[in-house]
């Protein structure tokens, strides 16, 4: 979908899925991420280079607040490299919900999510497989036995932009049963992440001040569309 971006995208949404995004506005939240893109040294657009991608993050909310929960995700990245969905098998989202990852080809899946979330005082430990979609999708696959168990496929559709300064647009909503679980609300701490295969995600570009940018909107219970942006360093 697109280059280091898309990495960075996925990265977010992911975020997304793990934090239930609470809103900034209105609870005091503190999220670090430590991204690291290998290699970032840029292709071109006639030499794409593939990347592999680790992130790391804490996100500290009080828990003397009520927050409200994110409804839904969109993420644009920059015009600085390709989304290769549709070169790599894909494993489909009906085939997700009725046999999980079981029926999946081994070169969909495309890496690994880890959240470390509190349950109302007890650790919860969701799992999330990041799976190819094809051209226009990418699934996270969702699962978690504290406080219930819960496995559920989440699908993130991908638009190339024609206009603008954006490459592409990712958007997904968070299911309900993600959200709350048994009655619970999950707070998410800390998340890891690792994703990339081959030139799944490939960058062609780095822009002359040698930052890769990406911008994102969670859209919240309360009503709330709080915005986020970021960077990562790359090389020509």
């Known amino acids: 979908m697109f280059r280091v971006g898309v990495a960075v995208l996925i990265a977010t949404a ?3 899925i793990a934090a239930l995004a609470f809103g900034q506005d209105v609870v005091p939240i503190k999220v670090t991420a430590v991204v690291k893109v290998t290699p970032n040294k840029a292709g071109t657009p006639s030499h794409p280079q593939g990347v592999h991608v680790d992130v790391r993050a804490k996100i500290d909310i009080p828990h003397d607040y009520d927050p409200p929960l994110v409804q839904s995700v969109t993420i ?3 015009k600085a490299g390709v989304y290769n969905g549709a070169k790599f098998p894909t494993c489909s989202f009906r085939a ?14 495309m890496g690994h999510a880890t959240v470390k ?7 919860s430990y969701p799992k999330v497989t990041i799976v190819n979609g094809g051209a226009h999708y ?4 969702v699962v978690l036995s504290t406080p219930a168990r819960v496995q559920q496929p989440i699908a993130a559709t991908i638009t190339k932009l024609t206009s603008g300064p ?3 647009r990712l958007d997904f909503k968070v299911p309900r049963n993600l959200q709350i679980v048994a009655g619970i609300p999950l707070r998410a701490e800390a998340f890891h992440a690792t994703f990339g295969r081959e030139d799944w995600i490939a960058s062609t570009y780095c822009p002359p001040d040698h930052k890769w940018r990406w911008h994102a909107e969670g859209r919240y219970s309360s009503g709330q569309v709080v915005p986020a942006n970021g960077t990562i360093a790359c090389r020509s």
């Open 138 to 141: 990418i699934y996270f696959y």
């Open 96 to 109: 997700m919900e009725h046999s999980g990852l079981r029926t999946c080809p081994a070169r969909s899946i």
């Open 117 to 123: 979330a509190d349950a109302d005082g007890v650790n």
């Open 166 to 168: 954006w490459q592409y």
């Open 76 to 78: 644009w990245t920059s």
């Open 14 to 16: 992911l975020l997304g």
